[in-house]
């Protein structure tokens, strides 16, 4: 059995779990497929390469360019493990998202997994699931990864999950009202959000290293302080890996995350 791994991490908390839970699965990684950059390509795999795939959440959905650069992929009745890494608000549809695009290209979901990283909008201000994972996370991805391996090879792992039953996160319902009625407020008084993030000339050094770091290519390497709003997928890798933080990304949705998701949820599985 050669285990093979598919993430999308700009800021590298879905790499991390992935890599967790490979460790508890403990068979040999034949390949770990790295989209953030770049696109899966034409890849098929076969009933005994099982696929862990492990994406970041936007807005409850999983990030659009994550799926986009998968669509090339294939199963041959191949075991898949999806995985979804959220800010600690809630995942919503994302993990059916996942499930509904795996099974759609002949996999089987034999197990899913919910888990919580540092939100992209977390700043020192305004912290939100601040370290996620840590390293208590990574030892429950790894007992999800023992947990999968002996699915996997007690002969099991013909049997798929409903993504639908997996433990939902807790959460206070006035204050996912609250959060509701906030972000309704604001688009009804069309509140400009920004569109992508600002930079302060004074402290930028013009490394480049944030044109690196994006995904989406919206950053010039030779314009740094540019920013191309139309591709920016607000993921923030540029704002946590500019070495001098003159990147910021002045959105109100983090003081209201800040606020109102500040107790730590759990992750979960389903094998």
Request: a negative charge; glycine letters at 8%; aromatic letters at 6%.
């Amino acid at each position: 059995m050669e285990l093979h791994i598919l993430t999308f991490s700009p800021t590298g908390t879905s790499r991390k779990v992935a890599e967790g839970i490979a460790r508890g699965i403990d068979c040999p990684v034949a390949h770990m497929t790295d989209i953030t950059h770049k696109e899966a390509g034409q890849q098929v795999f076969g009933d005994s390469q099982p696929l862990l795939v492990s994406l970041p959440v936007y807005g409850g959905h999983v990030a659009p360019m994550a799926l986009k650069r998968m669509e090339g992929i294939r199963g041959s009745n191949t075991p898949a493990i999806a995985v979804v890494v959220y800010g600690n608000r809630h995942y919503e549809q994302a993990l059916e998202e996942l499930a509904a695009f795996l099974s759609e290209r002949g996999f089987r979901i034999v197990a899913a997994g919910t888990f919580v990283g540092e939100h992209s909008y977390s700043t020192e201000q305004t912290p939100i699931a601040v370290g996620r994972p840590d390293a208590r996370d990574l030892e429950f991805a790894g007992l999800f990864g023992q947990e999968i391996a002996k699915k996997l090879k007690e002969g099991s792992g013909d049997e798929e999950v409903v993504v639908g039953t997996i433990e939902q996160p807790e959460q206070d319902a006035m204050t996912m009202q609250n959060f509701k009625q906030t972000v309704m407020t604001w688009m009804k008084s069309g509140l400009q959000m920004p569109a992508s993030p600002l930079v302060d000339a004074s402290l930028c050094s013009a490394c480049g290293i944030c044109a690196d770091l994006c995904p989406s290519s919206a950053i010039d390497r030779n314009s740094p302080q540019e920013t191309d709003a139309s591709l920016c997928i607000k993921c923030c890798a540029c704002v946590k890996g500019c070495p001098s933080q003159a990147r910021t990304f002045p959105t109100p949705f983090a003081r209201l995350l800040a606020d109102n998701f500040n107790i730590r949820k759990e992750n979960k599985f389903l094998v």
